[in-house]
């Protein structure tokens, strides 16, 4: 990796729980917006069936793909980490992106919650 | 080498000491700031940092007697002290310069001041930026204040919403006031921004990798990042209003297929990471205080890092919490409750982290102590009831009353005004000869403690019981009368407070050559000795805390024992260092004073002002003056290899001038594209948001300009880009190439991205359309002019570079202008593109209607 | 206990109906559980600072950040999430009746209310809403300028009224009474004075009220009262207002057929009396700056009275 990379690409892995969080957000908030823009403009109808699976959905995979981050950083792997010399170094990114990960879960949780609770466009 | 180094204290120290003749007076001299009227231009960010600071203050002050004069207004029902009119606007003014001309800058100045010093470098990356920020932002600033003396301050508030905010409900240029008058706070926010994020990340003291960096610059990383991606949505929304306004494009005009709620989703897309913005960096400085009063290091760092980022990443989720009784779906509500949820849990991190570490000490109740534990009190109030206003249906009930007005002044002022001067208290005897009186400073605390709590408490109390935000008054005989005297009551206790504090403040602080020292037995780097140079050498530092870990440390950096004693090139000059482990990559030539930087502010605020008033030609001129300036400015700078590599110490021996991906000019432009990158998504997301909401005005594949025409700008554009690089890498050919064929290929790029964007904009303009017809039409032709001002600022750029070819300041080695340019060359032309392509291939995917 | 403190016509948490109430026990709820937090975050706090050494090293162990910091955050608020979702899922359900009809139109700086039968205006009012307990209420609101908010924090929550939608806010009075509602969204000069009447009625006495409405003005039969009217109409006033019966038929100011019937006057700002009448018609801007109703100081004392005294007719 061209030594200029190794800031961004670590520092991007560090917060990829974060990244996850917020791509499943903009995610499941655009495809509400949409479905019930149409259906206030009088073009869909399809939004009870379809969003609030959708939403749970897109839930489901990020908290996986942030299970997945989070344990490959306890375990020690993912770009960077395991070629990281200094220990003190490897063991600070390895517990604060396992914890943004973690962390990024919950807040997913969270996020989809509401898809079980609350119809689409009430 | 290196690794050796980080991992054996007992290595010999880089340099032997006495140090030689003559060297030390030698690097005094070039860090002196310049005498007489000339003093005005200093660049060191010492001095900049305390102009800045004590603006920001002043602002503080200034909206503080706004809020006076409200607060009197309000004592009783009925009340005759100020008319509806001048009401309105001190309440929009107390917003907006608290927000914008106190907050923001007060925290950005401490970084300033205090960033370069913490990390053991001699100043921030580019210093002639750092004073531009704050000159644009002193002369703009103060001119904006002047408004509330001539009855022309904005007065719809500080998010000042459309339609009321537009030329049919305000019609006069009060709002345009607000509109280019955030201008150059906009513009000094970026500065500021990509300084931080390239100071933070490649100018620190080598050793200090990225787990022992003081949380303060974690703090301010984090922060940076936050202006990077939000303060484009607030200058892409003042953009539209303003055409709006002047031009009538119709943005968010409902019934020309424009949206209200267009304007408020970018205003709070940026509002909300805003008072992160000014919270981070606060918690960040209570991280550094919070350790050396309890005279133990910071309990759970990892922790508390992680917080910040979370928290930074997590405040671009909630916005849509300042919209909730906006009839959006409840569906999507709910997300934006459930983000504001997540949110506070990293703040709950850092509080438990600061008492673990109180707990793990013994702290001793000096001034700055009592402003944390006043912090700690009156932000977990506010943060509590920020909970409450995360549920959507409390908001129902609270938004846009009085319990909003309690919430946000004990989040503010509890979690950055009181840190504030917690630092004030802690940091001045670093920055002047004498420290603050303790004696004094308990009353001021003692004031400013029960005065918060008087005035905001009964708030929560008077907004439930009915009394909404923003009334100039109020009937008697709903129960507000006695609660709204107490909250007036406890306002003239926060400013006798303030006063106490500027009164001991006018006595004690004594700026210049020499400090107090470190009274307060602190652990990091800002309280070694310094002077204008900042410290004699740069240290290296293996710990955290290094003034507590690594013994002697502040005679051996007195002595010149570390890195770079000396001044080899005859300049400014710190070592840039790698993001992640810090280890020495090249020494940076800085510029020094000039009169170029504080002309071009001057002209800067002069160019929005005049534009304001309608003044067009005498701001035009302005402008270009301004841009003249800049030019001149930078003229000095990339100085290229003047030296050969420098020997450092320990063996180091660094170039002197670097360019490629490791340069710190490099980075400057990276973030500049990644603020280019996000006003433009912000734009799409407009463009979209009109179509989503008014789908009626997007029009028919036959009213659309034909294909030819997106190709051929497609065509042009493309061109442009390969030459210039081809132009890159006929200049990197080294001293066999052809001058003449790379000054050709270059001045080429120039009429291609013209004829690329005046292709664009005929290909719209020959169908017929028209920008004020319609909310489409609007946004289609703010793709096309966003373009137009890239075309113009490119060319500028190119121009200079050419500029810089011809007189021989350009070669294959000397080449950060021309990589610059290329930078933000390719970038436009990708905008371009992308462009392009949306406006062409969007209605087209979507049918019309 | 602390009613004294939290009542009042305006007050969210002296609730009138159930959707107020359920957002009531929510703060409530709130209130007394963000307290205990408090609390306790300043008692840790408190002994970090006081107790010394050794009984104090287990605050500073780092199991107590993850602890207070995480773990205990993430149960309490997610509990508190589900509460307040399910809050929000009652308060937004359709209700079950048919409601009563109403539209509210916010405009600079008053309330123009229509009651509608089969989706179409019955009748016109202004600034006056009378319901009846026990049945609920569909308010569609929308703006004939900029952002205003209709706000009744006794009975719901509040909603904006936005240029280009339609807002829809249901609510239902439980208690007889008189709630009294304010503009919450900043809308220029005089939002500060722009309130309005909220009357919850038996059913009999909403019923006769809806038909004393529905009607057309009341001819006038006094002489002083004629000279009033014909006054009213004389002086041009019919341009911006209603009069259901007489030729006064503009529409750009509130609807006035029964406005002798209505508490107050100028949106909630002065009590409604031939006296207010009469300031308001000669100097309305002194009472209300900024507000679109020219002043009419050129009536004398006497045709004054009489305007107002026909107005006061007007139940």
């Given at each position: 990796m061209a030594p200029w990379l190794r800031f961004p690409v670590k520092f991007l892995y560090l917060v990829s729980g974060l990244v996850i969080w917020a791509t499943h957000f903009l995610l499941v908030y655009g495809l509400n917006g949409v479905a019930c823009a149409r259906r206030f403009s009088g073009t869909a109808g399809w939004e009870n069936d379809v969003v609030p699976a959708a939403v749970l959905a897109a839930t489901a995979v990020a908290i996986v793909i942030n299970g997945v981050i989070l344990i490959a950083a306890v375990l020690g792997r993912g770009p960077g980490i395991g070629a990281e010399p200094d220990a003190s170094v490897r063991n600070f990114w390895q517990v604060t992106t396992a914890l943004l990960a973690g962390l990024s879960i919950v807040a997913v949780a969270w996020t989809g919650l509401p898809a079980l609770m609350i119809g689409p466009c009430a | 080498m290196t690794d050796k180094m980080q991992h054996d204290p007992a290595m010999p120290l880089p340099n032997g000491s006495p140090r030689p003749e003559g060297e030390f007076e030698r690097l005094k001299a070039t860090w002196e700031p310049p005498r007489g009227i000339s003093f005005v231009t200093v660049v060191n960010n010492t001095y900049v940092g305390l102009f800045y600071i004590g603006t920001a203050f002043l602002f503080f002050v200034l909206a503080g007697i706004l809020a006076m004069i409200m607060r009197t207004q309000l004592a009783a029902p009925q009340g005759t002290l100020v008319s509806q009119e001048t009401y309105n606007q001190l309440f929009t003014m107390h917003g907006t310069v608290m927000m914008f001309l106190f907050a923001v800058p007060a925290v950005?100045?401490?970084?300033?001041?205090?960033?370069?010093?913490?990390?053991?470098?001699?100043?921030?990356?580019?210093?002639?930026?750092?004073?531009?920020?704050?000159?644009?932002?002193?002369?703009?600033?103060?001119?904006?204040?002047?408004?509330?003396?001539?009855?022309?301050?904005?007065?719809?508030?500080?998010?000042?919403?459309?339609?009321?905010?537009?030329?049919?409900?305000?019609?006069?240029?009060?709002?345009?006031?607000?509109?280019?008058?955030?201008?150059?706070?906009?513009?000094?926010?970026?500065?500021?921004?990509?300084?931080?994020?390239?100071?933070?990340?490649?100018?620190?003291?080598?050793?200090?990798?990225?787990?022992?960096?003081?949380?303060?610059?974690?703090?301010?990383?984090?922060?940076?990042?936050?202006?990077?991606?939000?303060?484009?949505?607030?200058?892409?929304?003042?953009?539209?209003?303003?055409?709006?306004?002047?031009?009538?494009?119709?943005?968010?005009?409902?019934?020309?297929?424009?949206?209200?709620?267009?304007?408020?989703?970018?205003?709070?897309?940026?509002?909300?990471?805003?008072?992160?913005?000014?919270?981070?960096?606060?918690?960040?400085?209570?991280?550094?205080?919070?350790?050396?009063?309890?005279?133990?290091?910071?309990?759970?760092?990892?922790?508390?890092?992680?917080?910040?980022?979370?928290?930074?990443?997590?405040?671009?989720?909630?916005?849509?919490?300042?919209?909730?009784?906006?009839?959006?779906?409840q569906l999507s509500l709910s997300f934006f409750s459930a983000a504001s949820m997540a949110v506070s849990v990293p703040s709950g991190i850092q509080v438990f982290a600061w008492i673990a570490t109180m707990a793990s000490g013994r702290v001793r109740l000096t001034t700055p102590a009592l402003f944390i534990i006043g912090f700690l009190f009156i932000f977990t109030l506010g943060g509590l009831t920020g909970v409450m206003v995360g549920m959507v249906p409390f908001d129902w009930q609270a938004h846009d009353t009085y319990f909003i007005v309690a919430h946000f002044h004990y989040v503010l002022i509890g979690g950055m005004v009181f840190p504030l001067f917690a630092a004030f208290y802690y940091w001045i005897p670093q920055a002047s000869r004498t420290r603050l009186s303790e004696r004094v400073g308990r009353w001021v605390f003692g004031l400013m403690f029960a005065g918060v709590n008087i005035t905001f408490f009964p708030m929560h109390i008077t907004g439930l019981i009915g009394m909404p935000r923003r009334v100039y008054t109020y009937p008697a005989g709903f129960g507000w009368d006695a609660l709204n005297f107490v909250s007036t009551l406890g306002a003239f206790i926060i400013a006798a407070g303030v006063a106490l504090f500027i009164f001991d403040l006018l006595r004690r602080f004594r700026a210049g050559e020499g400090n107090a020292g470190n009274v307060w037995g602190g652990g990091t780097l800002e309280w070694l000795p310094s002077g204008n140079y900042a410290n004699r050498s740069i240290p290296r530092v293996t710990t955290r805390y290094p003034l507590w870990e690594q013994p002697g440390l502040a005679d051996d950096v007195a002595a010149g024992r570390f890195y770079l004693p000396d001044n080899p090139t005859g300049g400014r000059e710190t070592i840039v260092t790698s993001p992640l482990h810090a280890e020495p990559q090249y020494v940076v030539q800085m510029p020094g004073p000039s009169w170029a930087t504080l002309l071009a502010a001057f002209f800067t605020a002069a160019f929005f002002l005049l534009l304001t008033v309608k003044l067009v030609t005498p701001a035009l001129a302005c402008g270009v003056i301004a841009v003249a300036m800049v030019l001149w400015w930078l003229w000095d700078t990339d100085p290229g290899p003047t030296h050969p590599p420098v020997d450092i110490g320990g063996g180091i021996r660094l170039p002197v001038y670097a360019t490629g991906p490791v340069s710190h000019a490099w980075w400057a432009m990276v973030v500049l594209m990644l603020v280019g990158g996000t006003l433009f998504a912000c734009l799409l997301f407009s463009y979209v948001f009109l179509w989503v909401t008014n789908p009626s005005f997007w029009p028919a594949a036959d009213a659309l300009p034909p294909i030819g025409w997106p190709v051929l700008a497609a065509a042009f554009y493309a061109a442009s880009s390969i030459a210039i690089a081809t132009a890159s890498r006929l200049l990197g050919r080294g001293p066999g190439r052809s001058v003449a064929a790379f000054n050709l290929v270059l001045f080429a790029a120039m009429p291609l991205l013209i004829a690329a964007f005046t292709t664009d904009l005929w290909a719209h303009w020959q169908t017929g359309l028209r920008a004020p017809k319609s909310g489409y039409a609007a946004a289609v032709y703010m793709i096309v002019g966003l373009q137009g001002f890239y075309t113009g600022v490119l060319s500028i750029m190119l121009a200079y570079t050419l500029a810089r070819s011809l007189t021989g300041r350009l070669n294959a080695v000397r080449r950060s202008t021309f990589d610059n340019t290329m930078l933000l060359w390719h970038f436009g032309v990708a905008q371009g593109l992308a462009g392009l392509a949306i406006v062409t291939l969007f209605p087209r995917l979507v049918g019309s209607g | 206990m602390w009613t004294w403190m939290v009542s009042g016509p305006q007050s969210a948490l002296d609730p009138g109906g159930p959707h107020a109430s359920s957002i009531a026990t929510l703060s409530w709820i709130m209130f007394a559980g963000g307290g205990v937090i408090f609390l306790i975050v300043m008692l840790l706090l408190g002994w970090a600072l006081v107790v010394p050494g050794r009984r104090s090293a287990w605050l500073s162990n780092i199991y107590v950040v993850v602890v207070g910091g995480i773990a205990f955050p993430i149960v309490t608020l997610s509990a508190l999430l589900i509460y307040g979702l399910s809050i929000a899922r009652t308060i937004t359900a359709m209700p079950g009746e048919a409601p009563l009809e109403i539209s509210v139109v916010g405009e600079q700086f008053w309330w123009r209310v229509h009651y509608l039968e089969n989706g179409k205006p019955a009748f016109e009012t202004a600034n006056d809403i009378h319901i009846p307990v026990g049945q609920p209420v569909r308010l569609s609101l929308t703006t004939a300028d900029v952002i205003h908010s209709f706000w009744v924090p006794s009975l719901a929550g509040k909603l904006d009224m936005i240029p280009g939608q339609t807002n829809v806010l249901t609510l239902k009075p439980d208690r007889l009474g008189v709630y009294r509602g304010q503009c919450a969204e900043f809308c220029g000069g005089a939002h500060a004075l722009m309130a309005f009447d909220v009357v919850a009625l038996a059913q009999d006495q909403f019923d006769a009220w809806r038909n004393g409405q529905s009607r057309a003005a009341r001819e006038p039969t006094d002489p002083f009262l004629r000279r009033g009217k014909k006054l009213f109409l004389a002086a041009g006033c019919g341009s911006c207002h209603t009069v259901r019966g007489t030729s006064a038929d503009g529409t750009i100011g509130p609807d006035l057929t029964h406005v002798g019937s209505r508490r107050s006057i100028a949106a909630g700002t002065l009590p409604n009396n031939r006296g207010t009448l009469g300031g308001w018609i000669s100097g309305s801007q002194h009472l209300k700056p900024g507000n679109k109703m020219p002043p009419f100081d050129m009536l004398s004392g006497q045709d004054l009275l009489a305007v107002t005294s026909y107005l006061e007719s007007l139940k």
């Open positions: - | 950005e100045a401490l970084g300033v001041y205090l960033l370069p010093n913490m990390q053991a470098a001699r100043d921030l990356p580019f210093p002639r930026l750092s004073a531009y920020a704050f000159w644009a932002y002193f002369f703009g600033g103060l001119a904006f204040f002047c408004t509330i003396f001539v009855g022309l301050a904005p007065d719809a508030g500080w998010f000042i919403y459309p339609p009321l905010s537009s030329s049919e409900y305000s019609p006069g240029i009060n709002i345009d006031f607000w509109l280019l008058g955030i201008g150059f706070i906009e513009i000094s926010a970026i500065a500021g921004a990509i300084e931080i994020i390239v100071g933070v990340l490649k100018t620190r003291a080598p050793g200090m990798s990225l787990d022992k960096m003081p949380v303060y610059s974690w703090a301010m990383l984090v922060f940076a990042g936050l202006i990077v991606f939000a303060f484009p949505a607030i200058i892409l929304g003042t953009a539209l209003l303003e055409l709006e306004r002047a031009f009538g494009w119709p943005f968010f005009i409902a019934e020309k297929g424009g949206s209200p709620l267009l304007w408020q989703h970018l205003f709070w897309f940026f509002g909300h990471p805003e008072v992160y913005i000014i919270f981070l960096p606060a918690a960040g400085m209570v991280s550094m205080i919070v350790p050396t009063i309890a005279q133990a290091p910071l309990v759970a760092y990892r922790l508390v890092v992680l917080a910040i980022i979370a928290t930074g990443f997590i405040s671009f989720g909630v916005w849509v919490h300042h919209m909730f009784t906006t009839g959006i779906p | -």
